[in-house]
């Protein structure tokens, strides 16, 4: 099972400090932020598996981070906190897709109960949306585009398998190198090999399904990574 990510936000700094030290106790990373305008650019730069919300936070509410997140994804779980004076909010996010709501101060029995819900669910979701129409799917170690199967080679799959399996982080050639192979040629410092696989597949896909646009980035300086959604 591959390592799950947490967005959490939430503007009382006491509470915030308590839960995220529990929360680390669930999640490889939790990405925290005290306002909806720093919440989403976390979200946009880290793609987590999950969310945990406050309904209300400044500058930018719970809802509303909700709703954006899922202007293009509908994966990423969503638990929303909320207080009983924001019951009737709730009838804002009948359409947002929640995984659930919990009513502030949420007791630790309740939290793992439902903490523990929510990552066998993200757990047991072995497929990834991707952008482009594309998905893959883990259990199966295959690619698809609008649900047809893509034949792959061998190192096309071992590439495309560890960079799904950790969408929210990007790869040098190097990296990926090493990790396919567990070895590289110490000669080649750009690891073109890597490289050129990937470009020789992005062509091969852009000819044959998609010709707007491929779900892998390849950012300067930065490496490789896969776009999750559904764009």
């Known amino acids: 099972m591959r390592a799950l990510t947490l967005l959490y936000v939430e503007d009382d700094e006491m509470v915030r400090e308590n839960f995220t030290q529990i929360l680390q106790r669930y999640f490889s990373s939790v990405f925290v932020a005290d306002n909806g305008k720093s919440a989403l650019e976390l979200y946009e730069r880290h793609r987590p598996d999950a969310a945990l919300l406050d309904i209300s936070i400044p500058h930018i509410s719970g809802l509303q981070v909700a ?39 949420v007791q630790q029995a309740e939290l793992d109960t439902t903490l523990r819900s929510l990552i066998k669910k993200v757990s047991q979701n072995t497929l990834l949306t991707l952008t482009h129409d594309y998905a893959w799917d883990d259990n199966e170690k295959k690619l698809y585009f609008k649900q047809e199967k893509i034949r792959l080679t061998n190192n096309e799959q071992l590439a495309l398998e560890l960079l799904c399996n950790a969408p929210n982080r990007r790869f040098k050639a190097c990296e990926i190198a090493y990790e396919i192979f567990e070895e590289y040629d110490e000669h080649d410092l750009e690891c073109n090999n890597i490289v050129q696989l990937l470009s020789r597949f992005k062509a091969k896909m852009l000819k044959q399904y998609d010709p707007e646009g491929l779900f892998i980035q390849n950012i ?12």
């Open 220 to 231: 300067y300086g930065g490496g490789y990574q896969v776009m999750v959604g559904s764009s």
């Open 67 to 105: 709703a954006k997140i899922r202007e293009s994804d509908t994966t990423t779980q969503i638990i929303m906190l909320t207080a009983y004076a924001d019951q009737e909010k709730l009838m804002q996010a009948v359409n947002l897709q929640l995984f659930a709501y919990m009513v502030k101060p």
